[in-house]
């Protein structure tokens, strides 16, 4: 990276602008590999988990349905194949990477983020802000999975380190355990579905 990034403070003018050009090109060819490998999954009946679950398998099952067409159609496949890449293109580039999800952010007005930081018409997510269990753009999939095992083991250390007069801080660490155990439980049932 450190070759990449002198080739362009050495060119004169616009070098910022075309080091993230090339950043976000990355970007979006990492998001459509991500993309592309979660509608693989969904074909293997690997579904998404989370508030977005539904919106996503749609979307997916609008794909497959144009793939299925595609194979079995007359030769207007290129045509639709390029259509294809240019939905989950559209898809991928709505995607930011969360620590614990899959944050599809196609839509500020629908972002709990930022809602909670009263900024709801930003252009990014605050992924300091996220919480992902609760807003309708976010998925969550079998990758992040340890990072919710992880944080449910820690979060029953503290409850189980807690004295008896702790309350208040006892009822925020058992939802918080909750939400954990939700998480979990709807990755794990969300593997075993068929497609819709
Ligand atoms: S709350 Fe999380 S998933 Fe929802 S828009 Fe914000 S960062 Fe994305």
């Not at 070098?15 to 950043?23: N, R, S």
């Not at 030769?75 to 614990?100: F, I």
């Not at 500020?108 to 802000?129: E, F, Q, V």
């Not at 503290?158 to 355990?177: I, M, V, Y």
Request: proline fraction near 6%; aromatic fraction near 6%.
């Amino acid at each position: 990276m450190t070759a990449t990034t002198e080739g362009y403070a050495s060119r004169p003018g616009g070098a910022q602008a075309e080091l993230l050009a090339e950043v976000n090109k990355h970007e979006t060819e990492r998001n459509l590999d991500l993309v592309w490998a979660e509608f693989r999954n969904y074909q293997q009946g690997i579904m998404p988990a989370g508030p977005g679950a539904h919106e996503l398998t749609e979307f997916f099952a609008h794909i497959d349905g144009k793939l299925t067409t595609s194979e079995t159609g007359p030769p207007k496949t290129q045509r639709s194949d390029r259509e294809v890449l240019n939905l989950l293109t559209r898809r991928a580039q709505t995607l930011h990477l969360g620590t614990a999800n899959y944050c599809w952010f196609s839509d500020p007005s629908r972002a709990l983020c930022l809602k909670l930081a009263g900024t709801p018409n930003a252009d990014r997510p605050l992924a300091g802000m996220c919480d992902s269990a609760r807003c309708p753009q976010a998925t969550h999939h079998p990758c992040h999975r340890p990072v919710w095992a992880e944080h449910a083991a820690q979060t029953k250390t503290f409850l189980g380190s807690l004295g008896p007069t702790r309350k208040t801080e006892r009822a925020r660490l058992q939802a918080d355990f909750n939400r954990a155990l939700g998480v979990l439980d709807a990755i794990d049932t969300a593997i075993n579905q068929t497609k819709e």
